[in-house]
């Protein structure tokens, strides 16, 4: 089509006019009201001025969030559970924080003798506001219950994460590098006597290890954290048994392996 034929296409189509390169509103768009004569003319308000108006665009907000050393010095202020759930709700958590619906905070019993540290919420998770809510939280409730534990009585649940990544992705160095200043206040504060590594992800960022789940599950580790001497076990996520039921019996010597740490501690 030459260009005439196209710019005449154009016109008919209503094309008839170019794009401004600043962001108009067109949604309060002033129009020209058309005079219409009073009885008194000198009364005649000046009618509202005409044409489009510049919308100033909003400031980008930042991807990775506040960073770390944010985190570091706001869990620091926090001095109980409440406090720091107040401030991981207001924390800039980034993209991550804002396309989930809920800061996933904690759920179970406060300063229980066990505390589960999983990987991130899920979709149920993001959904309720709760840690291990979905088809794994109840597999835990199984596993911890056959051993006489429920989040009711003597266990306290947590993430490492307390956003649902995007398509529950696996958390990236830089996620777990801005909550870690939170997981270890939350550890701080709720002063537990056995910590679960629930999955790889709070397993090596607890340990500070590369070493896969596999290779970790069922090993006593001591954690320090805050001057504290906890002893830590990494274990099977449930999502992973439901995939590989046959693994469960290694759940069930795991649960009474911290079942006898309890009881000589």
Not at 108 to 118: C, F, L, Q, R, S
Not at 137 to 152: C, E, P
Not at 190 to 199: D, E, F, H, R, T
């Amino acid at each position: 089509m030459d260009p005439a034929s196209l710019l005449a296409w154009h016109i008919a189509m209503g094309a008839d006019e170019a794009i401004d390169i600043d962001p108009i509103d067109r949604f309060t768009t002033e129009v020209q009201a058309p005079v219409i004569a009073r009885q008194h003319p000198q009364a005649q308000k000046p009618a509202p001025p005409s044409g489009p108006r510049p919308v100033a665009a909003k400031p980008v907000q930042a991807v990775v969030g506040a960073g770390p050393e944010a985190a570091g010095r706001v869990a620091a202020e926090a001095s109980t559970l409440e406090e720091l759930k107040a401030a991981m709700e207001a924390f800039d958590g980034g993209l991550l924080k804002r396309s989930a619906k809920n800061t996933v905070f904690a759920d179970g019993t406060p300063g229980a003798p066990i505390m589960v540290i999983g990987e991130a919420p899920g979709a149920d998770e993001d959904r309720e506001g709760k840690p291990f809510v979905g088809m794994s939280g109840q597999l835990l409730d199984k596993i911890l219950g056959a051993a006489g534990f429920s989040r009711t009585e003597n266990v306290y649940i947590t993430n490492m994460v307390p956003w649902r990544p995007l398509g529950n992705a696996t958390p990236d160095g830089a996620t777990i590098a801005m909550c870690m200043p939170f997981v270890k206040r939350h550890i701080e504060l709720a002063k537990p006597k056995v910590i679960l590594m629930v999955g790889g992800v709070s397993a090596k960022a607890l340990l500070g290890t590369e070493e896969g789940i596999t290779r970790l599950r069922g090993r006593w580790k001591e954690l320090d954290i805050g001057g504290q001497k906890i002893a830590a076990l990494p274990v099977y996520h449930p999502a992973y048994l439901l995939r590989q039921p046959a693994l469960k019996g290694h759940a069930w010597r795991d649960i009474l392996s911290v079942k006898r740490k309890l009881s000589l501690s």
